[in-house]
């Protein structure tokens, strides 16, 4: 595909508006509400998020994980500590989130600082996962080089028979993450590119401030 083919793509933004009196004070509220209706709507993969973080370079990197949870108003995925992001997030906390909804016209963006969540809140987790993936995050070195999946595979099966009939234990290497949002952006498709953007920031007394922005 060439530029000129690229460039002639075009999708009108005709679903819905989004006003400031049409919104909750809380943006985590406004999330909430989002997201539940992006669930009823039948969106797959609903829960998917793009999140990204910075190297000791300054160099981004983003890529997609799953939200598991909002606890506390923060937003809670799982991981492999030893991955790349888990390097970054250890070295850098501040990180970006963006969900984006194609089916309502809709993006939300998040900007804000990740933590690791309790180790036994991550064991809890980890335990009501299908036991391949509980599986999968001790077979996995995250991140880095692979010279052959047959490789991977092998590791697979050495562990499907060494936890066969046992109790498989959360790896001290995986484990999940909260996210304290600092920023938060709802974004809404409109027609011609006048798109409705409100933007939530989060003051030092922990109340929200709550502005339009041009599109």
């Not at 049409?22 to 793009?50: C, H, R």
């Amino acid at each position: 595909m060439n530029s000129t083919q690229l460039s002639a793509i075009r999708q009108e933004y005709l679903l819905a508006s989004l006003n400031e009196e049409d919104t909750y004070d809380d943006p985590i509220l406004q999330f909430q509400k989002w997201f539940q209706e992006a669930v009823t709507a039948g969106i797959d993969d609903v829960n998917a998020m793009s999140i990204a973080s910075v190297d000791e370079f300054n160099k981004p990197h983003n890529r997609i994980v799953l939200l598991k949870g909002i606890e506390q108003e923060q937003f809670v995925f799982f991981t492999n500590y030893n991955s790349q992001k888990g390097l970054n997030i250890a070295m850098n906390p501040h990180v970006a989130l963006n969900f984006y909804w194609v089916e309502l016209q809709r993006q939300v963006r998040i900007e804000g600082i990740a933590t690791k969540i309790s180790t036994e809140a991550s064991e809890a987790y980890f335990h009501s996962r299908p036991a391949e993936s509980q599986l999968g995050a001790w077979a996995s070195h995250q991140s880095e080089p692979l010279l052959h999946r047959n490789d991977l595979e092998t590791r697979y099966e050495q562990l499907t028979a060494q936890y066969k009939d046992k109790t498989i234990p959360c790896p001290p290497h995986w484990g999940g993450y909260q996210i304290e949002p600092s920023m938060i952006e709802f974004w809404q498709g409109r027609m011609s590119r006048m798109h409705d953007r409100i933007h939530y920031t989060k003051q030092s007394n922990a109340s929200w401030t709550r502005v339009r922005l041009n599109p």
